[in-house]
């Protein structure tokens, strides 16, 4: 079964950090693409950060540029958030998806997480 | 960035059917996914490319795309289809290089 675990949410200080970890199983982690994806209570889905599957290209989006960082280790299966300088904005449940493609115009995100909370607040 | 814009809610009678919209530049060169979601559950991908169903999804749904309009289709909608939609595909700016729309609450009634 293709399995992507989240863990890592909890509740912490604005300022403060906490890492994040996804955990795949049931496919060729390695082959991946893979991406963070944010929710905000009550929102939209929000894109938060890619890297390629050899861990050689990475992207972020603007809200969190210089502040998180993503990577993976692939001997372990495993997708890595570490959020540094948290804002009370950060707060969301936070998805790794994976990210997958056919060609240079088309491209999805599967499969999904089922999210772990962070929860920026004093 | 580019933006992609959906109508925040959509209703229609069981059985009937529904299309879901998004519409951005960015659906100009690239393919939408659309993904579906229900309360306190992940995103499910439902539809990607040009009009593809991943393993486990309803015939039922279908995607289109003209201009910068990307389209998801319920042919006979279900109870079981009420939930948030969003579309999703790359961003012509590449800065974020991917964007979503905001959503479309589904209600079958």
């Known amino acids: 079964e293709v399995q992507l675990v989240e863990s890592g949410g909890g509740l912490v200080q604005p300022g403060g950090s906490l890492r994040l970890s996804c955990a795949a199983s049931?496919?060729?982690?390695?082959?991946?693409?893979m991406n963070w994806v944010r929710q905000a209570p009550g929102k939209g889905l929000e894109w938060v950060s890619y890297i390629s599957s050899s861990g050689s290209t990475i992207y972020y989006a603007d809200s969190v540029k210089g502040r998180f960082t993503i990577s993976r280790d692939n001997a372990k299966n495993s997708l890595y958030l570490q959020m540094n300088s948290l804002r009370a904005e950060d707060t969301a449940v936070y998805y790794c998806a994976g990210g997958r493609s056919s060609s240079w115009y088309e491209d999805w995100f599967d499969p999904w997480g089922q999210g772990t909370l962070v929860t920026v607040s004093s | 960035s580019s933006e992609l814009t959906q109508d925040p809610a959509v209703s229609v009678a069981l059985g009937q059917t529904v299309r879901i919209t998004c519409q951005g530049d960015?659906?100009?060169?690239?393919?939408a996914s659309w993904y579906q979601q229900k309360p306190g559950q992940a995103p499910v991908l439902v539809i990607y490319?040009?009009?593809n169903r991943p393993s486990g999804i309803p015939d039922r749904f279908s995607g289109s795309s003209s201009g910068n309009t990307a389209s998801l289709t319920i042919t006979g909608a279900q109870a079981e289809d009420e939930a948030d939609y969003y579309c999703?595909?790359?961003?012509?700016?590449?800065?974020?290089?991917?964007?979503f729309g905001g959503g479309t609450k589904l209600t079958v009634l």
């Open positions: 049931g496919f060729t982690f390695s082959s991946y693409e």
């Open positions: 960015s659906l100009r060169s690239y393919y």
């Open positions: 999703n595909s790359r961003d012509s700016s590449g800065n974020p290089p991917w964007v």
């Open positions: 490319g040009k009009n």
